[in-house]
């Protein structure tokens, strides 16, 4: 995870030179380059603020090693680097589990080393999915893990068994770095970001079996600001946690703010948030995050029972270069993250932006201190650019008080 987590908060101002127009529902929100704030970047915030990266092609993994396999076949000898080896038949009957699978039984192992493998890798044979459950992983190898610029090392996608086998699933190629975002062993399915030289994260949906890439994966649950005009989908990830609603994902901002969180119900379906279309109100009316840019930003409980939305107002007085200004009013809206349910209130607020405090994991990150959702605990926050802290409070007219 540090490489994922240090790719989502590099810059993204070397791509935004080369975006392409964006469709008519997205607006793209770049702030202009301010010495004493931050890098200008924007990754995209919740409903119609678009992210400024550039399409960056298809997404060219190599079809699995085991896709298609013919137990019975033998297959040429190959110098390209998705190595090949004689097949082995597979085995009659699916045993208890894979370590009932007679050594004799199993496929080859590969006579050709494996990029960042020391131990012996198999060959991929369709067979071997009858025996992969939960107690199976996948994991990226790769001989040098420097991310500055391609081409990489050749990166390969592997299979590991609990007894230690691994097996070669595909070739990832070199002129992306590659990684992975979560994993459904279950539903076959992995996915993966996909980094270039302008350190710009895409996350594709992959099928561990076809080999089939898919990048405008999740359907209208994908907030629109990680979504670009091509479909794609940006700086997505699971929180790691579950709720009676489905496994709760988030977008994020590139300073690590959430900007918006959506559910996966199983496999590759996915659902948006009831409270979605009041988010998407909230930035269509021009909310602003924690950084000053169009969006809002989101905190949650300790145990993901609820989450809580920001929506800050900029000072219209104010010029291009005071990004701080905001008139100290705004509203939330608390989400009830098992029912689904939502209310709106005000918001009183210092009259500087507002962000999360967060902390070095991203699981761990913009956390409310306790409270729930009928009444939410202090929100920690941290306002003008950093220098002041305070704490926040979802409650009509409560006003923020110092931390």
Do not use: K
Not at 16 to 38: C, I, K, N, Q, W
Not at 217 to 227: E, F, L, Q, R
Not at 298 to 316: G, I, N, T
């Amino acid at each position: 995870m540090d490489d994922l987590e240090r790719l989502f908060s590099q810059s993204y101002e070397a791509r935004a030179a080369d975006l392409p127009a964006p469709s008519d529902h997205l607006l793209v929100a770049v702030s202009g380059a301010v010495a004493s704030r931050r890098r200008a970047r924007v990754i995209g915030t919740v409903a119609a603020v678009a992210v400024p990266i550039a399409a960056i092609g298809a997404f060219a993994l190599l079809r699995p090693d085991g896709a298609g396999h013919d137990p019975a076949a033998t297959p040429s000898p190959s110098a390209s680097s998705s190595p090949t080896a004689s097949s082995s038949p597979a085995p009659t009957a699916v045993a208890t589990g894979w370590d009932g699978v007679p050594e004799s039984e199993r496929p080859p192992v590969l006579d050709q080393a494996q990029p960042g493998q020391v131990d012996p890798v198999r060959a991929m044979e369709g067979w071997v999915w009858d025996y992969v459950d939960d107690s199976w992983s996948l994991t990226v190898g790769r001989d040098s893990t420097d991310a500055s610029a391609p081409p990489y090392a050749e990166q390969v996608l592997y299979l590991d068994a609990p007894d230690g086998d691994v097996f070669r699933l595909a070739s990832l190629g070199t002129d992306r770095y590659v990684d992975f975002v979560a994993t459904d062993l279950g539903a076959r399915l992995a996915w993966l970001s996909w980094a270039d030289a302008g350190d710009a994260v895409q996350v594709v949906q992959y099928d561990l079996v076809t080999g089939d890439t898919v990048e405008d994966w999740g359907g209208d649950a994908i907030p629109a600001g990680h979504v670009n005009g091509d479909g794609s989908v940006w700086s997505v990830y699971p929180t790691g946690s579950t709720t009676p609603l489905g496994e709760i994902w988030a977008g994020r901002t590139y300073l690590g703010e959430y900007d918006s969180l959506f559910v996966r119900t199983g496999g590759a379906t996915f659902q948006q948030l009831a409270a979605q279309s009041e988010l998407n109100g909230l930035v269509a009316a021009g909310a602003r995050n924690g950084s000053g840019d169009p969006g809002v930003t989101a905190w949650h409980a300790p145990d993901w029972s609820y989450a809580v939305f920001l929506a800050q107002e900029r000072d219209p007085g104010a010029t291009p270069e005071d990004w701080t200004a905001a008139t100290g009013a705004g509203e939330w809206l608390v989400v009830d993250l098992t029912t689904g349910e939502s209310r709106r209130l005000g918001a009183t607020l210092p009259s500087t932006f507002c962000a999360p405090v967060l902390n070095e994991s991203v699981t761990d990150m913009a956390v409310i201190d306790g409270g729930s959702y009928e009444a939410p605990g202090p929100i920690p926050a941290t306002c003008d650019g950093g220098s002041a802290n305070f704490w926040l409070h979802a409650e009509e007219g409560v006003a923020a008080t110092p931390r």
